[in-house]
């Protein structure tokens, strides 16, 4: 490779590690710097390449979380270990199941999301009411996020960390910080589940994944402080912007 597109994808794998960090959606970044670097690339090793650096990413920030913020490992672990399954089960499905038949969905959902996060300040915030969380509610946010989230992953994947941050903080009155935690964790399993199946396919570029990670890693470390330092409102400002630029690149895809 030549010396400027080792540069441009260490750098895009740097700032994709601090957008997974916040509010997910790293992917946005690397995956169209690969297919613009290797235009021949088949989208799936892109993806696999894509999981192997991200999931260094995504396991830093998890622990930066961890240890300077509450996270309820009662929720976290068991949406972490279902989310493993699932997002393999994803990744699997993946190539009988056309991208077409998701973006529109998943657009949809993501204007949806922009809009109820512009009218409603107070969600996420910290100021709801969390009396009616019931173990129920509980549950039911593990299975969204580990299973369907977790399978959604590996199957498509553009706007995973929204989802995930949506689910905790609309479920169980989370802030978007705490809740950003969570998807953290949730996140290592469903990109642990879906790197293992793209490896078996071989279709991972190690050396180049692994490259990216160290700088991927620099980026997450960045990002994951920023947003305990920064807080709730911090992140939901980025969680619109990631939220805007997935719309477009979304819409670019489908109709472009």
Do not use: H
């Amino acid at each position: 490779m030549d010396l400027e597109i080792v540069v441009v994808l260490l750098v895009a794998a740097t700032a994709a590690g601090w957008v997974d960090a916040v509010v997910g959606g790293g992917g946005l970044i690397l995956i169209p710097a690969l297919l613009t670097a290797f235009p021949g690339l088949p989208p799936a090793t892109a993806l696999g390449t894509n999981k192997l650096t991200a999931i260094t990413g995504t396991t830093v920030a998890a622990v930066t979380y961890a240890r300077r913020t509450r996270l309820d490992r009662s929720l976290a672990l068991p949406a972490a270990g279902l989310a493993v399954p699932a997002a393999g089960f994803g990744a699997l499905s993946a190539s009988s199941l056309p991208a077409d038949w998701f973006r529109p969905i998943i657009m949809s959902l993501l204007i949806g999301v922009a809009v109820f996060v512009t009218l409603r300040p107070s969600f996420g915030s910290g100021i709801q009411d969390a009396e009616g969380v019931t173990r129920r509610r509980q549950l039911l946010a593990i299975a969204v996020a580990g299973c369907g989230i977790g399978f959604y992953d590996g199957v498509f994947g553009p706007g995973t960390g929204t989802f995930l941050i949506m689910t905790f903080s609309g479920l169980l009155s989370m802030e978007f910080l705490q809740s950003s935690a969570l998807a953290k964790v949730v996140n290592v399993g469903t990109n642990l589940g879906a790197l293992t199946v793209f490896a078996l396919q071989g279709d991972v570029l190690w050396a180049l994944g692994l490259g990216m990670a160290v700088c991927n890693i620099a980026g997450a470390a960045v990002g994951a402080r920023t947003a305990l330092k920064r807080g709730s409102g911090f992140v939901r400002w980025v969680l619109l912007v990631v939220v805007t630029a997935l719309v477009v690149k979304l819409a670019f895809d489908q109709f472009g």
